[in-house]
């Protein structure tokens, strides 16, 4: 950008095309959004303004988001935040972009938490990342939760989205790897149980576009050689976290997902296969017995 008039159009005329040659796919949406985050402003309000001239610091600031997304970091990294669920969450790298396809798993939650008789509701999120699952579900209804994650990063990340989208909690979070961060204080059981298990195959990591191969943790992407090390670790003490007529409900690789449902053929219960809205397998369904 040299010295002459640099105004939002102007702006947009250079970034799109030089985002697109930085193999960029949405140039034009993330143009206009790095503009917007620049200016403080909502993105459709960037037309009302675009023959505005940028001020220098403007300018400096807007050079460095544009170098950020041309080096193909996320978009959501850089403006600190990802929609879901209708909400705003906070993310930073370090911390697992919420993705569309896991609002399924808050929709099919609240679905079958209505199901659920019980006065004190308690939930668990295993891997709760930026707490997305557990807060998007306890806006929604009344209910206790707990949320862990191995990531201290993630946590603190989870804790920030509770205070500022629903304060009134309560929240629990627990710092450590699945169940085992659960302390002595805590449930030994739970009416609701969910999870976005890493599941990603390791060979799959060349596959994947540079924003989530170079930037996102891996922790959180990839589940071992076959991708079901998680599933495996949650499977192991399931059924005993449960309460009678619980419920747990773990998002699926529609990929994997025969063999993520064989891997729980034993679980002593019903299952059930809830797919999303291209008819893939989405989520994993698993109810225990009611002791009467």
Known sequence: MNQEVWT?????????????????????????????????????K???????????????????VMKRRASREPLQYILGYREFYGHKFLVEPGVLIPRPETEHLVETALKEIKNINVESLKLLDLGTGSGCIAISIGKARPLEVWGVDKSKRALD??????????????????L????????????????VIVS?????LDKEKAELDDEI?????????????????????IQAQLYERLVSGGIALLELHSGQADRII?????????????????????????????IR
């Open 262 to 290: 064989k891997l729980f053929e034993k679980f002593p219960g019903t299952q059930k296969v809830v797919p999303d809205l291209q008819g893939l397998p989405r989520i994993l369904s698993l109810e225990t017995p009611t």
């Open 176 to 191: 450590g790897h699945w169940f085992d961060a659960l302390t002595p204080e805590d449930p030994k059981k739970f009416d």
């Open 157 to 174: 990340i989870a804790v920030k989205n509770a205070e500022t989208l629903h304060p009134e909690g309560p929240y629990h979070w627990r």
């Open 8 to 44: 939002p159009l102007r702006i947009l005329q250079w970034a799109v095309p030089y985002l697109t040659q930085k193999g960029i796919k949405t140039a034009r949406l993330d143009a206009e959004c790095l503009i917007a985050f620049v200016l403080g402003l909502d993105r459709l």
């Open 213 to 233: 191969r170079l930037f996102e943790p891996e922790e959180a992407l990839f589940g071992g050689e076959d991708g079901l090390k998680a599933y495996r670790e």
């Open 196 to 200: 976005n298990p890493p599941y990603v």
């Open 46 to 64: 960037v037309y009302l303004q675009f023959d505005r001239p940028l001020n220098a610091t403007e300018l400096e600031k807007l050079r460095n």
